[in-house]
C-alpha cells in the first residue's frame, strides 16, 4: 500500500509517500517548519501545504504527533499549542485536508518503523525507542508488542529536571553543550530508564541517531544502544505503517 506519511515534529513537519510493504520513501521527503504557535489551525494550514506539495488528496495519510494520542484525541501538548489537549485532532485534521487521517503518537510510530523494518527487526523481549529531538519520544514494545504513550520523556532523573528539559537535542542545541557534555546528559537519562524497564535493547531515533559515534562511550547501560536504521525518517514511516494496520483493521 503507498501511504504519505507525515511525522509533526515540535522544530518541523516531515512528510513522504511511503511503500508501506517494504518501509522504502517512494518520494523525496519534503520538511516545512512547525509553526509558531504551533495551533491547530497553523499546523492544519501546513499540512495542506504539504498535501499539495506530494500531490495527495482524498486518500488515507498516517500521521505521527508529539503528544499522547489517545484514540485519536490528543491528550498532552508539550512541546506544541496547549489548545490540542482534548481535541480529537486526527479527526480536526481529516476534516482540514479532506483526507482520513490516522495518527499515533510520533516516537511509537517510529518504533513500529523500527520493530517491523529497523534496527529492532524480530528482536524478542522488552525494546525501548527513545527519539531525540525537540523533546525526547519514548516507544515501549515487549515481544513486539507497543505498550502505546508511554511519555517516558517526562520522567524526572535523580537531579530533579524532567528527562526532556536535561537531554533532549533541543537542550543540547539552545545550550550549545559539547557532545562530551551533553553524552552524559543523555546516559543518565538512559540508565534511569534501564534502572525502571531493562530493556535488551535501547533504539536512538531523532536527529542525533546519526552522531551516536560522538556519545556512544559516554553510555554506561548493560543494554546496547543502536541507532534508528531509517534514522530521523523513522516518524514519518511508521506513521504509514500505523494507517495501514488501522485499515487492514477497518478502522
Ligand atoms: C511529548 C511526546 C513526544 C515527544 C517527542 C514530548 O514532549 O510529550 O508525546 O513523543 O515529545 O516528540
Redesign the pocket.
Known sequence: MEILGIDV??TGIKAAIVETATGVLLTERTRIETPRPATPEAIGQTLKTMLDQNQWSGVPIGMG????IQHGIAR????IDNSFIGLPVAEYFSQHTGCPVYMA????AAGLAEMRFGAGMGHPGVVLIV?I??????ALFVDGHLLP?T?L??VLLANGIEG?RFASESVRIVNQLKWREWGPRLNLYLTTMENLFWPDLIILGGGVSDKLHKFSPMITTKAPVVAASFLNQAGLVGAALFAEEEINRGR
Open positions: 515534529g515540535g504527533f508529539p503528544a499522547a498532552t501538548a508539550a512541546n503518537n510520533d516516537a511509537d527519539t529531538g525537540t523533546g525526547l519520544g519514548t504513550n511519555e520523556g517526562h526532556e
